[in-house]
């Protein structure tokens, strides 16, 4: 998506009226819903594999059950992954920056999105040419390298991407991951970013600059509204995470899972009727869904 069109799109340019799929009203019968965070917890931490969530991975294709991931990966980052895993659906990228359905999409008729085939867009986030040039007034008082700022071999490094799979992580289209040398100043560059009506959050590896009017949780609140509008029956979500960073995105579901971090130990979270995983990574999100499945399916199947 380039840029002029990613400014027209959080503008509400070009608004969807009327896109309706062709998929029969029975379809509608599943009301489990589920999203995801993706490093540290579908996929793994060193590797980033879903080997682990395989199983449960089968389960919910099988069982038609929406798999909306929710990360702060790009959407050209999401779009290669569901290949891989083998689901299409809607997503939520960048941090809640954006919500992704498929144009035809289960008879769905989403209100206020706007059309960017081969999707329906609905935009909760800033340009990133406006979170660019917060960063750059950032970088003259504060040690911070943006991802714009990186190569592509920076980033690779960084994060232990294949060089192909790192330009995908560049293509930002809301919200820009950085690189902060002294911690210690992490205050003042969030009290700096408030005044410009941005906010901070940390991710597994990076922090990450970002419209203060969005998040996970916000993201998944609409989703969910959108799905419930379409659903007589209702639904029961669930959401699976290991960092503070899925905190608004736990906190806006029926059945909130927590995955612990790599080295075993569980980010600060309080939350009512909260599940922990007893594995990182695929492995703990493949046994905490299975569990889930097999409790609901038998009451909603």
Known sequence: MNRELVTELSQGVKPATGLQSKMKTGDMKRKILIFTDLDGSLLDHDGYSFEGARPALARIREADIPLVLTTSKTRVEIEALQAELGIRGPFIAENGAAIFFPTVYRNFLIENAVVFPPYLVVVLGRPY???????????????????????????????????????????????????????????EIEELAKREGLKVTAGGRFHHLMSAGQDKGLAVAKLREIFSAHCPGGIVSVALGNSPNDLPMLESVDIPILIPQSGGQYPEVRLPRLRKARNPGSRGWNESVERVLDELQKNTG
């Open 129 to 187: 040419d406006e979170i660019r040039r917060s960063l750059g007034f950032l970088k003259r008082r504060f040690p911070v390298q943006g991802f714009g700022d990186l190569s592509t071999e920076d980033v690779a490094r960084l994060t232990g991407l294949p060089a192909e799979k790192a330009r995908w992580a560049r293509q930002r289209e809301y919200t820009e991951p950085f690189v902060l040398e002294d911690p210690g100043r992490l205050g």
